[in-house]
């Protein structure tokens, strides 16, 4: 199905076996409204389950993901958003398992949204997480800015001490003069 006009027919440009072959990867054109889009099909078709956090199993939808990123990243554009899904997607099914709990997906997520998309990043985790207080809200703002900082920042921190030291090497010469003369 289409996912921008949601007309079933497309046809497809390219079909190609992912590296680690249980998945199809299919470039597809829609019928209708000539957008492009991509499908990945399970080889043998083996059902993707995920395992809930209340323990129940239920099928691995597309849609549930689409829409998850797709309330997120609402700042992103249509085709940005559905890489995103895209990219998840494959990652899904070429999982070693054919069940895979909703927690590893929500990570995933938030490991994807956090270098494409800081403020989706932190509104996602802030739901999946259950952040239910402005101090714990912060401390997940912290942790982001903190793991974001470039390392060369941390580096130049480093080299200041330096100077510094050497300063004082400097400074215990010149009190060896007057130390002499006392004897
Ligand atoms: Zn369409």
């Known amino acids: ?13 390219e079909s190609r076996v992912s590296q680690e072959g249980r998945s199809t990867r ?17 080889v043998e ?16 939808s597309r849609d549930k993901l689409i829409r998850c990123i797709d309330h997120a990243c609402w700042k992103l554009s249509p085709e940005e958003r559905l890489k995103i899904v895209d ?11 054919i069940e895979v709990p909703s927690m590893d997906i929500g990570v995933m997520v938030m490991d994807k949204l956090k270098n494409i998309d800081p403020v989706a990043y932190i509104r996602f985790a802030t739901v999946y ?3 239910g207080s402005v101090e714990e809200f912060e401390n997940l703002v912290k942790d982001y800015l903190r793991r974001k900082e470039p390392a060369h920042t941390a ?4 080299q200041k001490r330096e100077p510094k030291l050497s300063a004082k090497v400097r400074k215990k010469g010149t009190k060896h003069g007057p130390a002499r003369k006392k004897l």
């Open 26 to 42: 299919r470039r597809r054109e829609c019928v209708t409204c000539k957008k492009r889009f991509t499908t990945y099909e399970r």
């Open 45 to 60: 078709n083996v059902e993707l389950k995920v395992r809930k956090r209340d323990g129940s199993v239920e099928d691995y």
């Open 155 to 158: 580096n130049a921190r480093l």
């Open 129 to 131: 997480k259950k952040i």
């Open 87 to 97: 990219e998840l997607e494959m990652k899904l099914l070429n999982l070693d398992g």
């Open 1 to 13: 199905m289409c996912p921008y006009c949601g007309f079933d027919e497309s046809n497809v440009l």
